[in-house]
T-cell receptor, first 107, second 112 residues
Framework: GIQVEQSPPDLILQEGANSTLRCNFSDSVNNLQWFHQNPWGQLINLFY???GTKQNGRLSATTVATERYSLLYISSSQTTDSGVYFCAVGLGQNFVFGPGTRLSVLP | DAGITQSPRHKVTETGTPVTLRCHQT?????MYWYRQDPGHGLRLIHYSYGVKDTDKGEVSDGYSVSRSKTEDFLLTLESATSSQTSVYFCATHSTDSYEQYFGPGTRLTVT
């Protein structure tokens, strides 16, 4: 099956800093999403981005499908950005999550 | 966000007992999913449904069954719970128009 890697596994930032999270996957996919799991456990969909670039406020994402990776950019980080960021990929409905990047933003 | 609720939110049960978790959505989404989340494993797909009475297995389906008799409800059943099924269970849905998945709040299940 598809293998998904995320880096770094852990990241600690001061408020206001920028960061880049990476997702590598092992096979062609037509479905790639980024999620944020907040400290209370809720999973929020950030982007559906099987290819190309999208931006939503301070967050943006780029997927280069031909090279099998995706990047999530967080600018001017805030303490509310803390939590775990998951990349998930698949073909159609069979969806595989990466192990996540745990982000801690310090005030 | 899709209106997705899960019940119960917390449950403690004994090994060998049957358990049913419910996912309810108000968005009329065709696709529904059950995942489990465990430390060290992230989220793993258990079963999914692509319509009423249409379901398929995911990566970790052994020991679980599902049913979908109405668009809005997707039930996950553990016929005989084991301690290895202690986990947090999430339901997710998406529409026919988009793969974007929306998650419920989760159910924390403890099997003693």
């Amino acid at each position: 099956g598809i293998q998904v890697e995320q880096s770094p596994p852990d990241l600690i930032l001061q408020e206001g800093a920028n960061s880049t999270l990476r997702c590598n996957f092992s096979d062609s996919v037509n479905n790639l999403q980024w999620f944020h799991q907040n400290p209370w456990g809720q999973l929020i969909n950030l982007f559906y981005i099987p290819s190309g670039t999208k931006q939503n406020g301070r967050l943006s994402a780029t997927t280069v499908a031909t090279e099998r990776y995706s990047l999530l950019y967080i600018s001017s980080s805030q303490t509310t950005d803390s939590g775990v960021y998951f990349c998930a990929v698949g073909l159609g409905q069979n969806f595989v999550f990466g192990p996540g990047t745990r982000l801690s933003v310090l005030p | 966000d899709a209106g997705i609720t899960q019940s119960p939110r917390h449950k403690v049960t004994e090994t060998g007992t049957p358990v049913t978790l419910r996912c309810h959505q108000t968005e009329n989404h065709r696709y529904m999913y059950w995942y489990r989340q465990d430390p060290g494993h992230g989220l793993r797909l258990i079963h999914y449904s692509y319509g009423v009475k249409d379901t398929d297995k995911g990566e970790v389906s052994d020991g679980y069954s599902v049913s979908r008799s109405k668009t809005e409800d997707f039930l996950l059943t553990l016929e005989s719970a084991t301690s290895s099924q202690t986990s947090v269970y999430f339901c997710a849905t998406h529409s026919t128009d988009s793969y974007e998945q929306y998650f419920g709040p989760g159910t924390r299940l403890t099997v003693t």
